[in-house]
Structures are given as structure tokens and as C-alpha cells.
T-cell receptor
């Protein structure tokens, strides 16, 4: 079974531009979560999508947005890039069960997209 | 709000020695706890998880962790470290949304293994 696939693996952008990152979850997984990893702030939760709806959201500005398609693939968009947005962006997928189905919430991570903002 | 503390930023052990990585969490109810490992340039790989039940959980690669509610800890252990275990280890907690889909991570512990 293929794992979580993130594309592209590396991106270089300049300040003010926007960027779109893509994540294909494991087959059968309906939940996709996004995390930002930086040396200063560590791993921080951005948002989670389940069945095309945003289910949870972290504390990031509105420049960070996402969406999920009917095939569970997800995209994350960052508009008006800032230098501080340089990071490794990780996507994780899970089956997405409810509270009594915790085992279905185990998250499997992709290799990430490394974004550099110049 | 849930939070995680990993007190050790960097640990060096000799190959074949035992290992214990510390993790303390803060959460009001029963937490969902995880340990992940990250090699350079890679994503996170799940080592083990705790949802409920037996407080000693076994994971992959010979790792285990023990949930101690009284100490709010979930320390990771391995009896004999291999050079390939050198990586960064993250403890994470979930549950404040009613699911384990929003994780709060510790700052990580970088493990160096000397031969």
C-alpha cells in the first residue's frame, strides 16, 4: 500500500508570492492534517480536513488555507508569503474515525514539502 | 489545552547501551500519546501509541513506552540501541478535539549513537 505522498518535495518562492502544496493520503484514508515544522517553533498543527470539510484548525493566520477533494487528496495554500513561512510542511493522513474509534485516528506522515521563501 | 515537554534536547548513547527518552504531558482527561521518529530530510514514522488499557506499550524497532498517569509521563525506552536509531524523536499528545487527529508535539530529542 502506498504511503502519504506530498508534492513537490522542494519549493523556492519569493516574498509576496503564493504557493500550493499537495498531499495524497493513503488509500482509504479520509482525514488529512497539515503541520508546519520550523527550527524555532517546532511542529505545529495547521488544520485537518475530513470528508472535504475542515474539522479542526490551529492558530495560524488566514493566509494559510486548505481544501480537500472528493478523493481525499488535499491541498494547502499560503498566500502573500513571508520569510517566516520557510518551513517543512508535513501532511498526515488517517482513516478518520470518531472518538470511539481511536485506532482509526492514527496519523501517518508524508516526507514533507520543504518551502524556502527568499 | 494539551501540551508536551521533552526535557532533553540532545542525548548521546553508545551502541548497545540502553536508552530512555523523557516525555511529560499536560492534559485534563485521558490523553492519547504517541512517539514518532524523524530521520534527516524525512517525515515522521510512528513508533508506538497509547490510547487506553495496558500502560506498557510495545512498538516497532524494539521500542517500548510506559504511561504513568501519576507522573504525567510517557517515557520511551529501548534496552539496546543500534547505530541506526540515531534520529530525532518526538512525543505527541492528542485528544482535546475528541479525536487523535490534532496532535501537539514536544520539541523533540535528538539522539546520537556512538560506536
Amino acid at each position: 500500500k502506498a504511503g502519504v505522498t506530498q508534492t513537490p518535495r522542494y519549493l523556492i518562492k519569493t516574498r509576496g508570492q503564493q504557493v500550493t502544496l499537495s498531499c495524497s493520503p493513503i488509500s482509504g484514508h479520509r482525514s488529512v492534517s497539515w503541520y508546519q515544522q520550523t527550527p524555532g517553533q517546532g511542529l505545529q498543527f495547521l488544520f485537518e480536513y475530513f470528508s472535504e470539510t475542515q474539522r479542526n484548525k490551529g492558530n495560524f493566520p488566514g493566509r494559510f488555507s486548505g481544501r480537500q477533494f472528493s478523493n481525499s487528496r488535499s491541498e494547502m495554500n499560503v498566500s502573500t508569503l513571508e520569510l517566516g513561512d520557510s518551513a517543512l510542511y508535513l501532511c498526515a493522513s488517517s482513516r478518520g474515525g470518531g472518538p470511539i474509534q481511536l485506532a482509526k485516528n492514527i496519523q501517518y506522515f508524508g516526507a514533507g514539502t520543504r518551502l524556502s521563501v527568499l | 489545552a494539551q501540551s508536551v515537554t521533552q526535557p532533553d534536547i540532545h542525548i548521546t548513547v553508545s551502541e548497545g547501551a540502553s536508552l530512555e527518552l523523557r516525555c511529560n504531558y499536560s492534559y485534563g482527561a485521558t490523553p492519547y500519546l504517541f512517539w514518532y521518529v524523524q530521520s534527516p530530510g524525512q517525515g515522521l514514522q510512528l513508533l508506538l501509541k497509547y490510547f487506553s488499557g495496558d500502560t506498557l506499550v510495545q512498538g516497532i524497532k524494539g521500542f517500548e513506552a510506559e504511561f504513568k498517569r501519576s507522573q504525567s509521563s510517557f517515557n520511551l525506552r529501548k534496552p539496546s540501541v543500534h547505530w541506526s536509531d540515531a534520529a530525532e524523536y518526538f512525543c505527541a499528545v492528542g485528544g482535546d478535539t475528541g479525536t487523535a487527529s490534532k496532535l501537539t508535539f514536544g520539541t523533540g530529542t535528538r539522539l546520537q549513537v556512538t560506536l
